[in-house]
C-alpha cells in the first residue's frame, strides 16, 4: 500500500512540479499555512517537494489522505491523465479492507497468551490460522501488483527518456555544452566528450544527454533538463519536452 503511493507520490511531483514556479508555490504555502502552523517550516519550502513532505510530517498528506495533491492537480496542472490516476489511487483505497488499513504497520501474529485455556482454543486456533492465511494470500497478491506497478512505472520513464533524448539529440546543436553546464555536468566530461566525437554535433548531444539521463535523479530529471533548456536560451526544446512528459 504504502509502495503504491509512493509510486503515485513520484509520478504527482515529476509532473506537477513543471507548472509550480515561485509565485505558485507561495500561494500554496499561503493556502496551507493555517494547517502547518509554522512559519520556521514554511520558511524552508522552497520547492513542490518539500512542500509535499512538509504536509506529510503534519498528517495532511498521507497514503490514505490525497487530497491536496488532488487539489494541486486540479488547481495548478490540469492534466486529464494525472487527474485519472490520483482518483483511481483514491477509490483503490476506499476498496481496500479497512482491517489491512489498520494493520499496515502491525504484525500478523497472534500473541499466544491472548488465546484462553478452554476447549474452544483448538477451534479458535484453527480459525485464527485460517484468517491469517486468508490476510497472507491478499497482502502478497497486493505486493505483487505493487511490484508490477512499480515495474510499469520504471519502464514508462525509460521510454519516454529515450525519446526525449532521441528527439533533443538532433536539435540541440551547438547549444548543447551550454546546456550541459546548466545540467551540471563537469567541464572536463563536456571536453572529453567533444574531443572524442570533435566533428559530429548530433553525437556529441546524444553523448552528453545520455550521461545526464543515466547519472539523475528519478524523480527530478525532467525538470531539471526543462530548467537547463531555457536557461541555455532554448526555449523551443524545452516546451518540446514538456510537450513529451505531459502528454
Not at 89 to 103: A, G, H, I, R
Not at 179 to 204: G, T
Request: with cysteine; charged share 30%; proline share 2%.
Amino acid at each position: 500500500m504504502l509502495e503504491k503511493y509512493d509510486i503515485l507520490r513520484q509520478e504527482f511531483l515529476s509532473k506537477a512540479e513543471l507548472f509550480i514556479n515561485s509565485g505558485t508555490l507561495d500561494e500554496l504555502k499561503l493556502y496551507y499555512k493555517h494547517k502547518i502552523e509554522s512559519k520556521r517550516k514554511l520558511s524552508k519550502v522552497t520547492d513542490l517537494q518539500t512542500l509535499i513532505r512538509l504536509l506529510e510530517k503534519r498528517g495532511i498528506v498521507s497514503y490514505d489522505q490525497i487530497e491536496p495533491l488532488r487539489y494541486i492537480s486540479k488547481k495548478f496542472v490540469a492534466d486529464p491523465n494525472l487527474e485519472s490516476k490520483l482518483q483511481d489511487y483514491e477509490n483503490f483505497v476506499k476498496n481496500m479492507p479497512q482491517l489491512y488499513l489498520c494493520n499496515m504497520y502491525q504484525s500478523d501474529e497472534v500473541p499466544t497468551s491472548s488465546i484462553s485455556e478452554s476447549p474452544s482454543s483448538s477451534n479458535l486456533s484453527q480459525s485464527t490460522l485460517e484468517s491469517s492465511a486468508e490476510s497472507f494470500s491478499h497482502t502478497t497478491q497486493t505486493l505483487c501488483f505493487e511490484q508490477e506497478e512499480r515495474n510499469n512505472l520504471n519502464d514508462r520513464r525509460k521510454l519516454l527518456q529515450q525519446t526525449v533524448l532521441l528527439q533533443l539529440k538532433d536539435r540541440l546543436g551547438r547549444s548543447w555544452r551550454d546546456v550541459a553546464r546548466h545540467l551540471n555536468i563537469r567541464e572536463c566530461e563536456i571536453d572529453a566528450i567533444q574531443s572524442k566525437y570533435p566533428f559530429d554535433l548530433k553525437e556529441q548531444s546524444y553523448q552528453i544527454l545520455r550521461m545526464y539521463i543515466s547519472q539523475s535523479n528519478t524523480e527530478q530529471w525532467a525538470i531539471n533538463l526543462i530548467r537547463a533548456l531555457e536557461k541555455g536560451r532554448r526555449k523551443d526544446l524545452k516546451e518540446l519536452v514538456e510537450e513529451l512528459v505531459l502528454r
